[in-house]
């Protein structure tokens, strides 16, 4: 999202134009395909977290492109709004002391963009959604100065025709308008990428849709939006309506909205970026240089760079990326589905248990997929996000007898699923001591029952007991999990209870936050 663009006005022929190169692109990538011009196995993995801006006082912080100044490194990176950065991690093989690898660098970058960060007054927090926003910090004036994002703001609002509606029934009632595409972000989150061949996306893929369910429990991190406690992770919902083209007769019809779980098992990744085209009409029409017909027929490897960025308006929960690096393509598998924090154990712990998980489950003889209705996966996707790790979940029953059955999160992931992450990690070669200890980062949280959802909720409902108006209490929970996170134990091993400080309200028109109807 972070890729310069330039806004100069769209019109009837460059739609045209746009939609010819894409259906061009679709038919090379099937040659490509078809000829096997991928890159080789290189069992690579990468890592890109989004982070909050808030102040001392635990309020977002709108200043992006203060703070990226100071950082001065190409690993960070804009995001949508102004109180969100980015930060990449390099790639790296999946073997050895990878684990602990990306602990330390991740540790390393975020402690250095903290003291950058510090230096104009602002905090780097890793969390799904900070609770201290407020409808009014969420406006086509907040997001970041980047032509791309006042270009898809634009384009989003003219396919909506109206406001986009936030309607979310969780713990509490959420209600609110908003005339732009802001309030998506809201929603911070960890992105997984692993490169794939072609022969084995499909596997993966599907691997990766079965166990969203159970990424979501384990890692929920997001609770309370515009001072409404939701869903324990309510990215999802809030991701989904905020990016909501269709108006509500598009939506009657059944047509899909564009931030997506999917409907089916898939082939080939071939079968997601045909959906792609046949489903979503394009919302940034930008055509690069190539022509990637003739490209292909030269011997060369096309870009697919109207294929590509139309990828990028779609929002599904693992997608398909397709790239070209020194000249060869590849295909990646990028898992959308965790939260941001709550720290850097617990994301590498979360980072163990899928890539461990997906490995196993994609080379099983009699894959999970074959036995789970993709409807059911779908529920379990929902049922999750709004329970988060007290969730029941279905799931195939073991040996012949085959049926669902409803089996509580914490029990699937000890019993069966934790045994599966071990396995895969061996098989990619992850050294034991990196397996063992962030596996049991994962068995800790079932067994405690704790993750950064249920741990924020306890934690503002103690401010609460204390004697806090609503707003107070996120403030002052916020600022304990800042000081939590930037501790660095994991998230289950975090008090619930400490001292909250005078108890003063916060001033001015944030207080509108604690009403229905935002």
């Avoid at 894409?22 to 011009?37: D, K, M, P, S, V």
């Avoid at 190539?290 to 011997?299: K, Y």
């Amino acid at each position: 999202m972070g890729e310069k663009v330039a806004a100069d006005g769209i019109d009837l022929a460059d739609r045209e134009r746009y939609r010819r190169k894409l259906h061009e692109c679709l038919e090379a990538l099937q040659r490509l395909l078809a000829e096997q011009r991928f890159d080789r196995p290189k069992n690579l993995m990468g890592l890109e977290i989004e982070l909050n801006l808030a102040g001392a006082d635990g309020l977002p912080r709108m200043m992006n492109s203060q703070v990226l100044e100071r950082i001065a490194s190409r690993d960070f990176q804009t995001e949508l709004a102004q109180c969100n950065l980015e930060v990449n991690i390099l790639p790296h093989q999946l073997s050895g002391r990878v684990l602990d690898q990306l602990a330390e660098e991740l540790r390393a970058g975020l402690g250095y963009a903290e003291r950058k960060a510090r230096e104009v007054a602002a905090r780097i927090v890793m969390i799904g959604i900070l609770p201290t926003l407020n409808a009014t910090d969420l406006t086509a004036a907040s997001l970041s100065e980047n032509d791309r994002y006042a270009l898809l703001n634009e384009q989003m609002r003219a396919a909506r025709g109206e406001d986009f509606a936030l309607d979310i029934q969780g713990v509490e009632h959420l209600l609110a308008r908003s005339p732009s595409i802001a309030p998506e972000a809201a929603c911070t989150s960890v992105q997984l990428h692993l490169q794939v061949t072609p022969g084995r996306f499909a596997a993966v893929w599907n691997a990766a849709q079965a166990i969203a369910a159970v990424q979501v429990a384990m890692g929920a991190n997001s609770p309370f939006l515009f001072g409404r406690e939701l869903w324990r992770e309510s990215r999802p919902p809030v991701f989904q309506q905020a990016t909501d083209t269709r108006a509500p007769e598009l939506q009657a019809q059944g047509v899909r909205p564009r931030t997506w779980f999917g409907e089916r098992w898939i082939d080939s990744a071939y079968d997601l970026f045909e959906e792609n085209l046949r489903y979503y009409p394009p919302l940034l029409p930008l055509c690069g240089p190539q022509e990637p017909l003739r490209v292909l027929a030269e011997g060369g490897v096309p870009d697919l760079a109207e294929l590509v960025l139309h990828n990028g308006t779609i929002y599904r929960w693992n997608r398909p990326v397709y790239a070209v690096a020194d000249g060869v393509a590849h295909l990646r598998v990028e898992n959308r589905v965790l939260p941001a924090g709550p720290t850097v154990a617990d994301v590498i712990a979360n980072t163990a248990f899928y890539y461990g998980l997906v490995r196993t489950l994609a080379e099983e003889p009699r894959p999970v997929w074959t036995r789970l209705p993709f409807a059911a996966a779908a529920r379990n996707f929902d049922t999750a996000c709004r329970h988060g790790i007290d969730a029941t979940l279905q799931w195939p029953r073991s040996g012949r007898t085959g049926g669902l059955a409803e089996v509580p999160v914490v029990r699937l992931v000890r019993q069966e699923l934790l045994p599966l992450a071990a396995r895969g990690l061996d098989a990619w070669g992850v050294e034991a001591a990196d397996r063992d200890h962030y596996l049991a980062i994962v068995e800790e949280r079932c067994r405690r029952r704790v993750n950064g959802a249920s741990w924020q909720a306890a934690a503002f409902h103690h401010a609460r007991r204390q004697g806090l108006d609503r707003d107070t209490a996120l403030a002052a929970m916020t600022r304990r999990y800042s000081e939590l996170m930037h501790h660095g134990e994991p998230v289950h091993t975090w008090p619930v209870a400490w001292s909250v400080g005078p108890r003063r309200a916060v001033p001015g028109p944030r207080q509108a936050a604690a009403t229905d109807g935002v």
